[in-house]
C-alpha cells in the first residue's frame, strides 16, 4: 500500500513554471507532482495538430526538468497520452491519483479555464480530498484586484485599465506620468506597408524539435491523425531557454518595426514583425516581467522607438491581463452570451480554407500550417467574416480555441466572444470591430490576386465582406443607433436608398446560401 502523501501538486499544461504558487513549501519528501496528458483535452473542441503538440512538447520538457536526479529527484505521477491504462481525461486520472496517494490536500494554480477548475474541484471532492487553489501570480494583476477595479463601472474600459497597470507597475513611467508624455501611440502605429510590402524581413528564430518533441509530433500524428493541421513547419519554443531565445530574437530584429507595422498583413508572410512569443506566455514559459522589461530596456538603450515599444507593451500589460479579469468576472455565463442573436453555423472553409475569397484563404491556410495569426487577421478578416454572416458565437469561439498554438481560454473567449463577435453586448469592447473589404485592401495585398472587388457590395464582383457590412448594419441597426462609436456607419447607411438596401439584403441572402450549404 503507497504511504499517504502531503500535498498532491496539480501542473497543468499551461502552468509549466517551476516559480509557480504550486510550488510554495514543496517538500520532495512528503510532495507529489501530479501531470496528465488526456485526450479529452485535445477533443473537448477538434484541436489541430500544432495546438495538441505545442503542449504536450512543453509538459514532457518540464516533466523531465522537474525530474532531476539524486536528493533533488521529485517523485512526478505523469500519464502519457498513449499510456494504455489512460482514463481519458483529467477528473478520472486525478481520481486515480487520489486513491493512490490519498493525499492530506490537492493543490492547485487556478486553471485557466473555468471548465477544468470545476472538474478538478469536483473529482477531489468525490475523493474527499481538500482542494486548495492558489492565486496565478504570473500575471501582474491578480483576479482580486481586478475585481476591485471593476467595482462600480458602469463601463470597463481597457484604456483606463491600462493606466492603472501602468502607474502601478512604473513601466515606461517617470514618475506619474507616462514616457513621451503620451499613452498610447496609435497615430504613429498600424499602418500598412503600401503597395511596394514590407521588404526583406528576418525570419524569426527557429526552434528545431528536439527528441522530445520529435517524438510527441509522432505521436500526435498518430493518435489524431483525422485533426486538422500540420505538423511538418512546427518550431516553436517548448522550454524557458527557448522562450528567452525567442524574446532576445523579437526585441533585436523586430520590435524596433512591431508598432508601426503590428496591423498589416501581407501574402505569405505568416509572421513578419511580430512576436511569437505568446503560446511561450501562456505556457508560462516566459514571465510576462521579463517580457516587459527587455522591451523597455530596448527603449531606454536606443534599440527600439517608443511607439513599438509602448505598443508591444500595450499587449501584455494592457489587453493580456484586461482580458483573463474579464474572464474570470464574468465566467461562468459569460460563454452563453449573444448580444446580436447570431446563429448561422460556422463555414465548414473555416476547416479546409477551400475558399475563393483570398484575405480567409490565407489566413485559415496559414493558421492550419503554423497555429499562428496575428491579431487582425484573427480580428479583422476570419473574425470579421464570422460576425458579418452571423455565425453563432460560441461556434466561433470553439474555433479560435481549437487551432491556436496559444488558445488558453482565459485569453481566447474575452478576445473571440466579446471583442470580435461582440457577443457580450460590449463588455470587452465599446463597439462591434465591423468592417467592409475596403479595411482588408488597405492593410494588406490580399485583395490584388481575389476575383472580388472590396469597392463594391452588389454585384458578381462584390466583396462578400463588402455586402455583409452593409446587411450586418441594417439587421442591427436599432440594436446600435445608441452606441456614438457607430455614429458615423450607421448615419452612411442612411445615404443608401430602398433599392440599394434591397439589392445588399438580396446579395447578402445569396452569399449566406451558398456558403452554408457547402
Known amino acids: 500500500m503507497q504511504q499517504p502523501v502531503r500535498n498532491l501538486v496539480v501542473v497543468l499544461g499551461d502552468q509549466l513554471d517551476l516559480n509557480s504558487a504550486a510550488f510554495d513549501g514543496f517538500d520532495s519528501r512528503l510532495d507529489v507532482v501530479w501531470m496528465a496528458e488526456v485526450p479529452q483535452e485535445a477533443e473537448h473542441v477538434w484541436s489541430t495538430k500544432p495546438h495538441i503538440a505545442v503542449f504536450l512538447s512543453g509538459m ?21 497520452m498513449d499510456d494504455p491504462t489512460n482514463r481519458g481525461s483529467l477528473a478520472s486520472e486525478l481520481r486515480r491519483a487520489i486513491k493512490a496517494w490519498r493525499p492530506e490536500e490537492v493543490i492547485v494554480v487556478r486553471p485557466g479555464e473555468w471548465r477544468v477548475q470545476e472538474a478538478l474541484q469536483e473529482a477531489s471532492d468525490a475523493e474527499g480530498a481538500p482542494f486548495a487553489i492558489r492565486p496565478d501570480r504570473h500575471f501582474l494583476c491578480s483576479t482580486e484586484d481586478f475585481g476591485a477595479f471593476a467595482e462600480g463601472r458602469k463601463r470597463l474600459i481597457m484604456e483606463h485599465f491600462y493606466r ?7 513601466v515606461l513611467m517617470e514618475d506619474d506620468d507616462p514616457v513621451g508624455e503620451s499613452w498610447n501611440y496609435d497615430d504613429q502605429n498600424r499602418r500598412s506597408f503600401g503597395t511596394e510590402g514590407p521588404g526583406q524581413v528576418l525570419a524569426p528564430k527557429e526552434f528545431p524539435p528536439d527528441e522530445v518533441t520529435q517524438k510527441v509530433l509522432s505521436l500526435v500524428e498518430s493518435l489524431f491523425a483525422d485533426h486538422p493541421g500540420d505538423l511538418t513547419h512546427f518550431d516553436w519554443p517548448v522550454t524557458p531557454e527557448d522562450a528567452s531565445e525567442a524574446l532576445e530574437d523579437f526585441v533585436e530584429q523586430r520590435l524596433t518595426c512591431f508598432g508601426r507595422f503590428q496591423d498589416a498583413m501581407w501574402a505569405d508572410e505568416p509572421y513578419l514583425y511580430h512576436s511569437r512569443l505568446s503560446s511561450a506566455l501562456n505556457l508560462k514559459l516566459l514571465d ?47 460563454i452563453e452570451r449573444n448580444e446580436l442573436g447570431a446563429d448561422a453555423p460556422l463555414p465548414a472553409f473555416y476547416w479546409s480554407g ?17 497555429g499562428y495569426a496575428h491579431h487582425i487577421q484573427r480580428l479583422m478578416v476570419t473574425g470579421l467574416f464570422a460576425l458579418l454572416l452571423g455565425v453563432e458565437p460560441r461556434q466561433v469561439h470553439e474555433w479560435y480555441l481549437a487551432v491556436y498554438v496559444d488558445a488558453v481560454e482565459w485569453v481566447e473567449l474575452p478576445n473571440t466572444l466579446g471583442m470580435s463577435q461582440f457577443a457580450d453586448g460590449g463588455v470587452m469592447a ?89
Open 60 to 80: 514532457r520538457h518540464f516533466r523531465d526538468r522537474l525530474r532531476g536526479d539524486g536528493e533533488d529527484s521529485v517523485t512526478i505521477d505523469y500519464t502519457e
Open 164 to 170: 492603472t497597470m501602468r502607474r502601478r507597475s512604473g
Open 288 to 334: 510576462p516581467r521579463d517580457a516587459l522589461k527587455a522591451a523597455e530596456d530596448a527603449y531606454q538603450n536606443g534599440v527600439a522607438p517608443l511607439n513599438g515599444v509602448e505598443g508591444f507593451i500595450r499587449q501584455i500589460l494592457g489587453w493580456r491581463e484586461f482580458v483573463r479579469g474579464v474572464y474570470w468576472l464574468h465566467m461562468p455565463d459569460y
Open 354 to 370: 477551400e475558399t475563393d475569397m483570398v484575405c480567409l484563404r490565407q489566413c485559415i491556410n496559414q493558421t492550419m500550417r503554423y
Open 430 to 518: 465599446t463597439k462591434p470591430y465591423c468592417a467592409s473589404g475596403r479595411y482588408i485592401d488597405r492593410m494588406s495585398n490580399y485583395c490584388a490576386d481575389c476575383q472580388y472587388d472590396p469597392s463594391r457590395r452588389v454585384g458578381e464582383e462584390a466583396c462578400p465582406f463588402s455586402t455583409l457590412y452593409w446587411d450586418f448594419l441594417m439587421r442591427h441597426r436599432e440594436r446600435l443607433s445608441g452606441n456614438p462609436r457607430m455614429g458615423l456607419q450607421l448615419h452612411n447607411l442612411k445615404r443608401l436608398d430602398g433599392e440599394a438596401r434591397q439589392s445588399i439584403r438580396q446579395q447578402a441572402g445569396c452569399i449566406r446560401d451558398r456558403i452554408l450549404a457547402s
